[in-house]
């Protein structure tokens, strides 16, 4: 069997993976317009559940980095796909007895298996094949991660969104025994949709259990002390972790904030900003395809650049215009943005030979600036009443993505093994 064929199909079920954690980071938005109806929350209170996410990666991403390194790629998708599973069934007990805190504990769970799943198929898709074109191939696997972007909204606006768009003042002059049955029916609509996807992600883990997947020797071009962050040496992934850590932060409120932003925007209800978050997803995946596509072409670090100019550009049109013009502006980032997380990963562990795990761990955990920025963004929506002002946050983020592209991608060891 030659090297394509035994790369084949092992590709294709890493890629799937793929298609799973984009969708459940594409139903967020939709979550975190109808959990702060639910629970009547703040902007900053909402995007707790981001916060409840992306924390996972930071806390997890070391210990699945050194269970990969100890035991292969293929235990690290095991584990991440049961802890996937065992959160999702969660939102049973958390819709049953309607805590917030309980959802965000089954969020961080889920999050917690989708960093094992991230750490191991980042790396490994990249790995299946030729060194030439891993930026590509890891494009071409992000971009199924595009589909379920373009798909989640879909499933969320027809599964877990109402049509009962009450206002605070009527939810208020209810009696105490109607708003319970009013918020018990809004938060129970999140158990099915969630106890389908735990069968689904059930059904993908016993799969990977019986297949046989190659496990990839990294070339020892590089000699590693063993820890991981002695992985910093390298220039190139200290400055790929910090893009990585503002580009998820202009991610995460760009798209999970979505819902909030269009309604403040365009004046439009929850289900009429889904439709145009669908729209988003379909930009993201469109996004993600033209740029594998013009890789091609054009040297990915640059291509990285150049749309991190035009993001910027068009935060500044989200900042100040309203209507459509807005909407299609964030659309628009949508499509640019597309490319840069599996771009800035492969650039980041370009080279690395045996610190590839650790870096890989190394810039999962960047991911926690979907924690962080997030809620400076929701701070100053709250603080000025005016949800987009919160763009002046995506802005400065895309700035250091542009940095990478322009500089910080440049493998170079440093002397200090440390930031």
Known sequence: MNAKNKYLFPFIMVTSLFFFWGFVHNIDPILIAHLRKTFQLSHLQSSLV?????????????????????????????????????????????????????????????????????????????????????????????????????????????????????????????????????????????KMPFIVLGIVILVVAVIFYFIKLPEIQEEETTKSSGGVLSAFKHKHLKWAVIAQFFYIGAQVCVISLFILYATAAAGINDKEAANYQMAMGLAFLIGRFAGTFTMKYVAPQKLLALYAIVCMLLCLVALAASGLTALYAVIGICFFMAIMFPTIFALGIKNLGADTKPASSLIIMSIVGGAILPLVYGYIADATSNVQLGYIVPLICFSFVFYFGVKGYKPQASTNPTL
């Open 50 to 190: 981001d916060s409840a996410v992306y924390f996972a990666y930071f806390l997890m991403a070391i210990p699945a980095g050194l269970l990969m390194r100890k035991y292969g790629y293929k235990a690290g998708i095991l584990v991440g796909l049961s802890l996937f599973a065992l959160g999702a069934f969660l939102f049973v007990p958390a819709a049953n007895t309607h805590l917030y805190a309980f959802f965000l504990s089954a969020l961080f769970i889920i999050a917690s298996g989708l960093t094992f799943l991230e750490t191991a198929a980042n790396p490994y898709a990249s790995k299946l094949g030729p060194e030439a074109t891993s930026t590509q191939r890891l494009n071409l696997a992000q971009s199924f991660n595009g589909l379920a972007a373009a798909l989640a909204p879909i499933a969320g606006k027809y599964l877990i969104l109402s049509d009962n768009n009450l206002t605070e003042d009527q939810i208020a002059q209810m009696t105490v025994q109607a708003k319970e049955a009013f918020f018990q029916a809004e938060t129970s609509s999140v």
